[in-house]
């Protein structure tokens, strides 16, 4: 990860256990006038930095040290030399990590925690699959659990609404949630309309290469509209509801998800059959057994 200061002419190590990421002392006679190099230990990845909002770093001094602030604001050591960051509007933290971690609850579940996000438009059965996906992985002694859409706005979300950047933060939170629920070793099946791409793949960059998994509910539009479950389309129809995704707003579909499960020849198949074609995934990749 590349990490520059302003003039910065000699930096000390300012190592943090959990970040694993500080700066390297650059030779005593560069002076560095762009964004300075920090290597990554540990074996962690930009994009865990990426999610833990660590982007911007400036050098500066700290009691007669140098040491380093975070996304532009200060950060400072404690008695052990260990960074505290800020992360969003999150000042003055410190990543603490468990002796217990993912692979040891992995072990004691036997199996791997991921995200399967189910996107596709409204009525296309996103829940549909999901909670059959649920029940058969029960049925195989796995423990799944489902982040549903509308489910979600009846608590964590109830303060959001479907504006462009609403939906949004909506998504941003879902997959801030899926990421907690794959760390704990749980299969976590997150079904919501997610229209565009761009917060689709933030949500993957959250996690670890291969934990997240798109699932493409591919059924055309005029046999979603048919279906209308829930009496939107027809709202939306008549100008009832605006920004509705199909009808006024976008739907973006994934150009290179994991799973497309489509409506073939006329006829689709039933959601017991489309949650068998994850699981069959789910076990060809390896998560179904620790």
């Not at 829930?230 to 006024?248: N, V, W």
């Amino acid at each position: 990860m590349i990490l520059r200061d302003m003039q910065a002419k000699s930096l000390q190590w300012a190592a943090s256990p959990g970040l694993r990421v500080g700066l390297e002392t650059p030779p005593s006679s560069s002076s560095w006038s762009q964004l300075a190099v920090a290597n990554l230990h540990g074996g962690a990845s930009v994009n865990s930095l990426k999610a833990r909002g660590l982007f911007v770093v400036k050098a500066m001094e700290v009691e007669g040290s140098k040491t380093a602030s975070l996304n532009g604001h200060a950060g400072s050591s404690d008695k052990n030399g260990s960074l505290l960051s800020l992360v969003g509007n999150s000042t003055n933290i410190k990543w603490h990590e468990c002796s217990l971690n993912k692979t040891d609850r992995q072990k004691l579940l036997k199996q791997k925690g991921c995200v399967i996000w189910i996107t596709g438009l409204s009525g296309s059965g996103k829940s549909t699959v999901a909670c059959a996906l649920g029940g058969s992985l029960y049925r195989r002694g796995k423990l799944s659990y489902v982040l549903d859409g509308d489910n979600v706005r009846h608590g964590l979300n109830r303060d959001l609404s479907f504006k462009a950047e609403d939906r949004a933060e909506n998504i941003r939170r879902i997959g801030e949630v899926a990421k907690l629920f794959s760390d704990a070793g749980v299969i976590c099946i997150a079904s919501l309309i997610s229209p565009y791409r761009k917060d689709r793949d933030a949500c993957r960059a959250m996690l670890p290469a291969g934990d997240f998994i798109e699932v493409f509910m591919d059924v055309p539009l005029q046999v979603c509209e048919a279906r209308d479950p829930k009496g939107l389309y027809k709202l939306a129809r008549a100008g009832k509801i605006k920004g509705f995704t199909g009808i006024d707003d976008p739907y973006e579909p994934p150009l290179n998800c994991e799973i497309v499960l489509t409506h073939k020849g006329g006829a689709c198949p039933s959601p017991c059959e489309m949650a068998e074609e994850v699981v069959s995934y789910l076990e060809d990749q390896g998560f179904l057994q620790a």
